[in-house]
T-cell receptor, first 111, second 113 residues
Framework: GENVEQHPSTLSVQEGDSAVIKCTYS??????FPWYKQELGKGPQLIID?????GEKKDQRIAVTLNKTAKHFSLHITETQPEDSAVYFC??????????FGSGTRLLVRP | EAQVTQNPRYLITVTGKKLTVTCSQNMNHEYMSWYRQDPGLGLRQIYY???????DKGDVPEGYKVSRKEKRNFPLILESPSPNQTSLYFCASRSGNMNTEAFFGQGTRLTVV
């Protein structure tokens, strides 16, 4: 079945710098790759997603890239702000549309 | 407001005492699921339901039960809780078009002593 690996597990950046989180997946049939942000005491919330027919997608300061050949996708956050501090999860859907999540990245943006 | 509502938010119980965590969504979603979140392990699916009266095991179903008698509700039942079920639990729902956003509840922090 699908397996999603996420790195790094923790990431600390200075406010204004960029942050990059990387994920790899195993099932070449996967075609939907969402990213979720989980703030303290809350449930995960979708921030951006990408489908397999697209290589890159941007939404203001966040972007996601997908390399289907290498089976990896990445989240890029530019001009980081303290409110970006949270846990981020990548995910991929398997052939039965089940969401398989990575293990999460705790991002800390230092003021 | 579109939302998934879980109750209770916090629960401390003793080993073996049956408990139910409720989940309700107001978006008319077909697909609902339960996850547990443990440090370093991400979100692991416990059970899911494709529609009313249709449920199936996820990756970590042992010790849990679910039911889907109505489209909006998907309760998680622990018949005989054990300490290894101490975790943070999330309910989520998605529309029938599977490659769409999953909406999560606020979470239930369960401690079994």
């Amino acid at each position: 079945g699908e397996n999603v690996e996420q790195h790094p597990s923790t990431l600390s950046v200075q406010e204004g710098d960029s942050a990059v989180i990387k994920c790899t997946y195993s099932d070449s049939a996967s075609n939907y790759f969402p990213w979720y942000k989980q703030e303290l005491g809350k449930g995960p919330q979708l921030i951006i997603d990408i489908r397999s027919n697209v290589g890159e997608k941007k939404d203001q300061r966040i972007a996601v890239t997908l390399n289907k050949t290498a089976k990896h996708f990445s989240l890029h956050i530019t001009e980081t702000q303290p409110e970006d501090s949270a846990v981020y999860f990548c995910a991929a859907t398997d052939s039965s549309y089940k969401l398989i999540f990575g293990s999460g990245t705790r991002l800390l943006v230092r003021p | 407001e579109a939302q998934v509502t879980q109750n209770p938010r916090y629960l401390i119980t003793v080993t073996g005492k049956k408990l139910t965590v409720t989940c309700s969504q107001n978006m008319n979603h077909e697909y609902m699921s339960w996850y547990r979140q443990d440090p370093g392990l991400g979100l692991r699916q416990i059970y899911y339901s494709m529609n009313v009266e249709v449920t199936d095991k996820g990756d970590v179903p042992e010790g849990y039960k679910v039911s889907r008698k109505e489209k909006r509700n998907f309760p998680l039942i622990l018949e005989s809780p054990s300490p290894n079920q101490t975790s943070l639990y999330f309910c989520a729902s998605r529309s029938g078009n599977m490659n769409t956003e999953a909406f999560f509840g606020q979470g239930t922090r369960l401690t079994v002593v």
